[in-house]
């Protein structure tokens, strides 16, 4: 058994559909991922790379790295994380990051590294949570919310890069934060006509929506606005359709994992960001 890898995003659809739609909350990350690019130009989508490992000839595994953002590896054995590294030195691929489930990112980190003679770090550790039930703060602080429009582009993304500023991620995508904003997908929690937050979250795709760049500026924070919106975008995805409402937390901020456990979030995995250079 071994690694197929390559840049054709339908190849890898056509040989990974299966195993990611069939547990979509654990392949949150790659089903959003693949569908964003299908909404781009080929021309646009950067230096992308897919990779699938098969078990009785069918795919157990994936690996995913587009643009900026660290690898993505899915659950996998050890001596599929280790094939894995020898056949990412045969494509000459760089990893400079990798997002592996905890069980997956100690072998990988020790094949990379004898393999590359990188030396590995751990950036984050973070935490996948699902949606059990939905518990609303009650009461809700003053204000209530609205999904974004054309209108508030230039605020949702300075938000949006704020956000990632503060996390220490890659930079935004000007082009997918206005398509999120086309499509419903960013609410504000206003107050007195002033939006104070924003939660974002990716498009339904089987079944599936993750939230992402929940946002409160300094000057507004610790009013419960970020708990607010983050369970309004919720109920939003949940009217419009989804099954499973998932996000990840950074393990080392106890505030926002106690905010989401309170919202109704259950953990799913952990996994650890790597880093080697």
């Not at 392949?27 to 897919?50: A, I, S």
Request: glycine share 10%; with cysteine; aromatic share 8%.
């Amino acid at each position: 058994m071994a690694w197929t890898l390559t840049d054709d995003l339908d190849a890898f659809r056509a040989h990974t559909d299966e195993l990611l739609r069939g547990d979509p909350v654990a392949h949150t990350v790659p089903l959003t991922v693949v569908d964003t690019l299908l909404g781009q130009e080929p021309d646009r989508r950067g230096d992308v790379l897919f990779g699938w490992w098969p078990r009785a000839g069918t795919p157990a595994a994936t690996f995913l790295r587009t643009g900026p953002y660290p690898a993505m590896l899915s659950a996998m054995p050890e001596r599929a994380a280790r094939e894995l590294a020898d056949a990412l030195r045969e494509h000459a691929a760089a990893v400079s990051e990798a997002n592996c489930p905890r069980a997956v990112a100690g072998p990988f980190a020790e094949a990379w590294t004898s393999r590359s003679g990188a030396a590995s770090g751990v950036a984050m550790r973070q935490r996948l949570y699902r949606l059990d039930g939905l518990a609303a703060p009650d009461p809700p602080p003053a204000g209530g919310p609205r999904v974004a429009g054309p209108g508030d582009r230039d605020l949702v993304l300075a938000w949006f890069g704020a956000f990632s500023w503060d996390g220490g991620h890659a930079t935004i995508d000007p082009a997918v934060v206005e398509g999120r904003v086309a499509k419903g997908c960013v609410t504000l929690w206003e107050e007195d006509g002033r939006p104070v937050a924003m939660a974002g979250r990716s498009p339904t795709v089987a079944g599936m929506t993750r939230i992402a760049h929940v946002y409160t500026p300094p000057a507004h924070r610790r009013r419960g606005y970020g708990a607010a919106v983050t369970a309004a975008i919720t109920r939003e995805a949940q009217d419009a359709g989804a099954e499973h409402v998932v996000l990840f937390t950074d393990l080392a901020n106890p505030t926002s994992n106690a905010i989401y456990w309170r919202l109704g979030f259950r953990p799913v995995e952990d996994r650890v960001v790597l880093t080697f250079g």
